[in-house]
C-alpha cells in the first residue's frame, strides 16, 4: 500500500519550517500584503527508517508538497562523509526541479562523520563488499517507493566521489534504474559491466589526481566492451570534490587535494539535468 502525501502533512512541516519569508508592502495607503515565499518553503522533508540485518538505518526524504501527482524518484548516493547537510542541499535542489529526491543512508542511524580515517573506516567494509551494497541500497528503495507520489518505473541514482562509485556499480549490475549519474566517482571498483547495464554520465575533474588516465581508458574500454550506453565528460582544471562548496576548506585542513570549482559544478548539474529530462521521457 503506497503512502498518501496529504497538503495537510505539507502545512504543517510548513508551519513549523524555519525557511525565510519575504514581504512586500504595495502601497502605503494599502492593508494588503503579498507573501513572497522561497523555493525552499515548498519542499517538505521527512527521515525514512528502517533496518538491514538488525542495523537501523535513516535515509533523508525531500520533495515538492505543492506538486500533485506521480513524479520519478533521484537516489543520491552521498559522499563517504555520509548525510552532511550538502548531501541534504543536492536533494532540496532535485525537489525544486520537481522530482523525489532520496539521500541513502549506507552507514546507519542516518549520520555521517567528519575526518577521513572515519571516512575510510565506514567506507572500506561496503567496497569490499559489493552484494552488501547493493542490499542497502535495494532496501532503500523499498521504502521509498511506496509513496503515492513516487512513480516506481522511474528511478534513477546519482552519486558524489563514494557514492558515484555506487551507482556506477548499480548500473554495471542492472539494478531497474532508467541511467546513474556519477559525478567525481572512483571509476575502477572490481565490479564489471553486464550485458544489462544502465545508461551512465560520468562527470569528472580532469585534473582529479584520484582518478588515473589508466583508470580512464580501462573504464571506457569496459564500457565498450560491454556495449553500454555512456557519457564521459573531463573538466579541466576541477579536481576531487569539484561540486562541493567546501571542499577548498576540507582540503586545507587535512591535506587532500580536493577543491571546488564553480565553473565546473555549475556545468556538471546542468549535464545532470539534460541527462535526467532525457531518460525519464
Known amino acids: 500500500m503506497k503512502i498518501r502525501i496529504t497538503v495537510f502533512a505539507f502545512a504543517f512541516c510548513f508551519l513549523i519550517s524555519c525557511g525565510k519569508q519575504e514581504k512586500v508592502q504595495i502601497a502605503e495607503n494599502q492593508q494588503q500584503e503579498i507573501t513572497e515565499n522561497t523555493n525552499q518553503d515548498r519542499v517538505v522533508t521527512k527521515d525514512i527508517e528502517y533496518t538491514v540485518d538488525g542495523k537501523n538505518y535513516k535515509s533523508f526524504l525531500a520533495y515538492d508538497g505543492m506538486i500533485s501527482g506521480e513524479r520519478p524518484v533521484v537516489y543520491i548516493l552521498p559522499e563517504w562523509w555520509g548525510i552532511t547537510d550538502y548531501a541534504k542541499s543536492r536533494a532540496h535542489q532535485l ?48 521504502h521509498s517507493k511506496t509513496l503515492e507520489e513516487a512513480d516506481d518505473s522511474k528511478l534513477t541514482a546519482i552519486g558524489y566521489c563514494f557514492g558515484g562509485a555506487m551507482v556506477l556499480n548499480f548500473a554495471r549490475e542492472g539494478e531497474p534504474l532508467k541511467g546513474v549519474v556519477s559525478f567525481h ?21 580532469e585534473a582529479d589526481s584520484f582518478i588515473s588516465a589508466e583508470d580512464i581508458q580501462s573504464f571506457k574500454d569496459e564500457m565498450n566492451n560491454a556495449g553500454v ?4 565528460i573531463n573538466y579541466p582544471d576541477a579536481v576531487h570534490s569539484f561540486t562541493n562548496p567546501e571542499a577548498t576548506e576540507v582540503g586545507k585542513k587535512f591535506g587532500m587535494n580536493v577543491a571546488y570549482n564553480k565553473e565546473a559544478d555549475e556545468a556538471s548539474w ?10 525519464f521521457k
Not at 546542468?270 to 531518460?279: D, P, V
Open 270 to 279: 546542468n549535464e545532470m539535468k539534460s541527462f535526467l529530462e532525457e531518460i
Open 229 to 232: 550506453d555512456f557519457k564521459f
Open 185 to 205: 566517482g572512483t571509476l575502477s571498483t572490481g565490479v564489471n559491466a553486464t550485458s544489462n547495464a544502465v545508461p551512465m554520465l560520468v562527470l569528472n575533474g
Open 95 to 142: 525537489a525544486e526541479l520537481g522530482y523525489i529526491a532520496v539521500v541513502v543512508d549506507m552507514f546507519g542511524d542516518g549520520g555521517f562523520v567528519d575526518t577521513p580515517e572515519k571516512a575510510q573506516q565506514q567506507t572500506k567494509p561496503i567496497y569490499e563488499n559489493p552484494d552488501f551494497a547493493k542490499k542497502l541500497f535495494e532496501a532503500a528503495i523499498d
